[in-house]
């Protein structure tokens, strides 16, 4: 199709130049909308369940009277129903698992009147009867759930209750009817399970226009459709011209039609009812569908949302921190008798009665909305809007009903408000043909070797990882054995290890690909690399370590030494060991040093460092006195700590002692001094 008539010139893109609104598009893509073919997206699991396989394994003997099953029936149990929906619900119910316990039992099903008796104890476990064709049947017992699952309630059941109940009524009834017997050979595995949803139904429902180029696709939300309009898949280009709307101009203020003024046209025209609930937050918002149009200052129109009405409530109901409504809390621990929790409740009914008020003011509009997004969280929210109470608006049961096909924040009047528009706007997207066709071939190339698994008895399974073996086990754990001694500076410990295990001085740690082993790979280099002069000395005069080998980068254990008192633990060693037992200059080692010169340079170093201390402590006291007793003072008033006084508050020593201990041996500590406080506080008594 050619360029849209009238601007033969325009370039493709003009029209995306705005937004475009569902219910207002330009008459140019309206002309040329056509459906987006299946055949050019990925392959979607449909979301309308199919009837369980049960039912389709024994249609071939349990067959209604007359030549043909209609498709609205149930072969198994022997009734028809006049839609699918009822034959749906027929499926999940106990009455259709109970028959097909019995036909795996190779027994005959039990009619509803049947049922209906045994459930209510008129007719004893394990007794025989004729059902409505004539057939012999036998009661049977049972040990579980008859629908197969291990909850027969409804979501809405199991929110309304605090408490889990994990089995039906009408299996308690059984088990105190029936003598269950231990040793069943019920086989669970033919129990009707609840079938997984697949990927459903997309939420965008996508339009191709010869205007706009090949690859570029638009998306409408499937949301805004109603449930007739979404029956039939062909019918949606007719569908959305229907919905469009001509532009509205701008309304006067809305008046009261209660004196016989009428309301603008905008009041009257389509629209829908937003609303969302959560933490104590509730927003509401009646939309018109028809675009305001109004003009812009620098000239040109406009188009604008019309809202009709609004509101928005907050109260405290959210625990702070903790988190979660009040009334949870109680369900699940009791009532708090805190001023907090009571206000949370008062604040919770005080919701409540403004939010439901709200919607009876509102019920005209919301009788006439087209369409009703809702978001409640919480089965307490959802009590709120659907109840049941007097004068309940909202009905869970409402087709018009729907939830917000994405992410939403925070219950607002701006976040309604951007949720109207999400809804109400085209998606436009880039779609790359090729990529989507090579991404379908993968699935299908996927699902038929999972096909072809299953076929030959073999489950697929991720791959594992090479199994240790038992060397390498204990070289791993050699390895984080000296590695923590040496950490710690355990010098005989270190030794001891090395001896009872048969391991050598220079044993390489594992795994050597890490970068702590790459640079530390002996522990010899981990001594020198954590200043640990005692290991260092033991392990290279009594071990004999080599003090030659190299790390990854190519440096001796001398080389990564961190201070001096390690290093001369090197030259001590080439003293006590003699030149002749390594080549020291390889090692990088200088010269040798006796013990007891590397003792005084120690001492001597200690003792210079403790001089200078004294004199700078000296030099702080004679500032303090040389300032006077005021500054001293003002300073103590200000919270500060006077320069030069080495006293600790007994914070700051138990700050200390519980320095490096564990949460729980800080609790064990805290205790232990309490005790002893208690203790202290009788003997005075």
Same mark, same amino acid.
């Not at 609303?275 to 104590?280: A, K």
């Not at 009903?401 to 999400?422: D, I, K, N, W, Y």
């Not at 090579?438 to 699902?447: K, L, M, S, V, Y």
């Given at each position: ?23 207002? #598009? ?42 043909? +099953? ?21 499926? =999940? ?13 190779? *027994? ?33 017992? #049972? ?30 009834? &059984? ?10 050979? *019920? ?6 399970? =609840? ?47 229907? %919905? ?18 009428? &309301? ?59 988190? !979660?409504?009040?009334?949870? @809390? ?27 008020? #709200? ?23 959802? $009590? ?8 309940? +608006? ?15 924040? /925070? ?6 408000? $951007? ?8 998606? +436009? ?6 990529? &989507? ?19 030959? !008895? ?23 054995? &000296?590695?923590?001694?040496?950490? /710690?500076?355990?010098?005989?410990? +270190? ?21 702590? @082993? ?12 954590? @200043? ?18 190299? @790390? ?64 700078? /402590? ?6 303090? %006195? ?60």
């Amino acid at each position: 199709m050619s360029t849209a008539p009238g601007n033969p010139q325009a370039p493709e893109d003009a029209f995306l130049k705005r937004p475009l609104y569902v219910f207002d #598009l330009p008459p140019e893509i309206l002309l040329t909308l056509q459906a987006k073919a299946a055949s050019s997206s990925l392959p979607i699991t449909n979301l309308e369940p199919t009837p369980p396989k049960e039912d389709e394994q024994f249609s071939s003997t349990e067959q209604l009277k007359g030549d043909s +099953v209609p498709s609205t029936s149930c072969a198994l149990c022997g009734l028809a129903f006049p839609n699918v929906l009822e034959q749906r619900s027929h499926i =999940k119910s106990d009455l259709h698992g109970y028959n097909l316990k019995q036909k795996l039992r190779g *027994l005959a099903p039990v009619t509803d009147a049947h049922f209906e008796k045994l459930v209510g104890g008129k007719i004893p476990i394990g007794s025989s009867g004729v059902n409505a064709k004539g057939i012999m049947l036998t009661i049977i017992e #049972l040990d579980e759930s008859i629908s197969g699952s291990d909850s027969s309630v409804s979501d809405d059941d199991e929110d309304d209750h605090p408490v889990n109940n994990k089995s039906s009524t009408l299996s308690t009834l &059984l088990r105190k009817q029936a003598n269950i017997s231990t040793n069943t050979n *019920l086989n669970d595995d033919f129990t009707p399970k =609840k079938r997984k949803r697949g990927a459903g139904k997309p939420p965008l429902i996508r339009f191709t226009t010869s205007v706009l180029p090949s690859n570029t696709s638009l998306g409408i939300y499937r949301a805004i459709f109603t449930d007739e309009e979404q029956e039939d898949t062909t019918q949606f280009v007719q569908i959305v011209r229907k %919905k469009q709307l001509a532009p509205a101009a701008a309304p006067s203020a809305p008046v009261d039609g209660s004196n016989g003024v009428p &309301l603008p046209r905008t009041m009257t025209s389509p629209h829908i009812f937003l609303c969302m609930v959560g933490g104590g937050h509730f927003a509401g918002m009646i939309v018109s569908l028809a675009p305001k149009l109004s003009r812009k200052a620098a000239g040109g129109d406009e188009r604008q949302a019309t809202v009709l009405a609004h509101k928005t409530f907050h109260r405290y109901t959210t625990r702070r921190k903790q988190g !979660g409504a009040q009334s949870a @809390n109680d369900s699940a621990k009791g009532a708090a008798h805190s001023a907090g929790a009571s206000i949370r409740r008062y604040n919770e009914a005080a919701l409540v009665t403004e939010i439901r008020q #709200l919607l009876a003011e509102w019920k005209s509009l919301i009788q006439d909305s087209q369409l009703l997004f809702v978001r409640a969280t919480g089965s307490g929210n959802r $009590r709120t809007l659907f109840g049941p109470y007097d004068g309940q +608006v909202l009905r869970q049961n409402d087709p018009r009903l729907r939830g917000f096909p994405f992410s939403t924040r /925070r219950a607002t009047q701006a976040e309604l408000m $951007r949720a109207f528009v999400e809804l109400t706007r085209v998606k +436009v997207s880039q779609i790359d043909e090729a990529a &989507l066709a090579a991404a379908a071939a993968a699935t299908q190339a996927t699902a038929e070797r999972a096909a072809a698994s299953t076929k030959q !008895g073999s489950i697929p399974s991720t791959p594992s990882q090479p199994k240790v073996s038992k060397e390498e086990e204990a070289t791993l754990l050699h390895t984080s054995q &000296l590695q923590a001694l040496i950490r /710690r500076s355990k010098a005989p410990a +270190v030794l001891s290890y090395l001896h009872s295990n048969s391991l050598s001085p220079n044993f390489l740690f594992q795994p050597v690909d890490t970068q702590q @082993n790459y640079h530390a790979p002996t522990p010899l280099h981990l001594a020198a690399s954590v @200043n640990s002069p005692a290991v260092i000395l033991a392990l290279l005069t009594k071990a004999e370590a080599n003090p030659c080998s190299t @790390n990854g980068d190519g440096k001796t254990a001398f080389d990564i030494a961190g201070d001096r008192s390690t290093r001369d633990a090197f030259r001590v060693a080439r003293h006590e060991l003699g030149e002749a037992k390594w080549d020291w200059n390889a090692a990088h080692v200088p010269d040798s040093l006796s013990k007891a010169d590397a003792d005084k340079r120690e001492e001597r170093d200690r003792n210079e460092a403790e001089k200078k201390e004294s004199e700078r /402590r000296t030099a702080e006291m004679v500032r303090l %006195k040389r300032e006077g007793p005021s500054d001293a003072a003002s300073t103590g008033k200000k919270g500060g700590k006077p320069l030069g006084v080495g006293e600790k508050t007994g914070a700051e020593k138990r700050e200390e002692e519980a320095r490096g201990m564990t949460p729980e041996m800080r609790m064990r500590l805290e205790r232990e001094r309490r005790a002893r406080a208690a203790e202290e506080r009788m003997k005075r008594m």
